[in-house]
């Protein structure tokens, strides 16, 4: 630096630079610093607000008819009104020197969310259903498999291996296996994620006949049916093994079971294990 000084007093600060290969700005602001020479304030602009047009500007968006609109929607309506005091980036200005530039308009508050669950303390209270797309013998051969399985116990109440998924075979099922569970009415909650057959209008009327709760996954979320949502992976089923048996394999029993109940929103139906 003190080069710098020396040859700027024979050819100029910014020529000194470029030929010691020194940026001109930061030497200027290293020597501002070391000398401690005030640095020169912005004057004030001429056409800048009064504070006592601050303080109207501030008036007019402290009125309770403009308590929540933004800016721009107060600089129009003065507009329309035949009043100009400032632009809109100096309404937001001035709003942000006091802390008041948040969202001006009434937000929308969510309550707290609790999971809804389902939950069974003894067999045949909750039953959970699917339907798993499995590997034929040939190419593009598939069979479906039903199963419906107690949340509780784990014991298939139902099963059905079919070579389409159809609305009449699921009401089907679930009608033979709560006839041979003696199921009475207002017993039993089915739960089921919500594929074309479950969420059918012959399975809900069977259901409404039976005195069954019908309950269905929430909206796009996919783990709301774990225990039945496909036991058997989209593999060939080796030859002589059940597909039930693979079922029964790949199940565990739950200590409690989290659905989204089709009752009531937010209901916990009280039957843990």
Known sequence: MPAISELAITVGIRPACDALSVRVRPYRWQGRAATGAPTKRRPRPVRALTPAEQETVLASLHEERFQD?????????????????????????????????????????????QKPELL???PNQLWSWDITKLLGPAKWTYFYLYV???????????????????????????????????????????HADRGSAMTSKPVALLMADLGVTKSHSRPYVSDDNP???????HHEVPPGVSPIALVRSRTRAPSACAFSPGITTNTVIPVSA
């Open 227 to 233: 225990y039945s949502g496909k036991p058997v992976p």
């Open 148 to 190: 419906i399985l107690d949340v509780f116990s784990r014991y298939v109440t139902g099963w059905m291996v079919a070579p389409r998924e159809s609305a009449e075979l699921a009401k089907r099922l679930i009608e033979d296996s709560c006839t041979k569970q003696n199921i009475p009415r207002g017993q039993l909650t089915v």
């Open 69 to 113: 609109r933004s800016p721009a929607a107060v600089y129009a309506t003065l507009l329309d009104e035949g009043h100009y005091h400032c632009s809109i980036r100096t309404m937001y200005r001035l709003l942000e020197e006091r802390g008041e530039s948040r969202e001006r308009r009434d937000q929308l508050t969510h309550p707290p969310y």
């Open 120 to 122: 069974a303390t003894a």
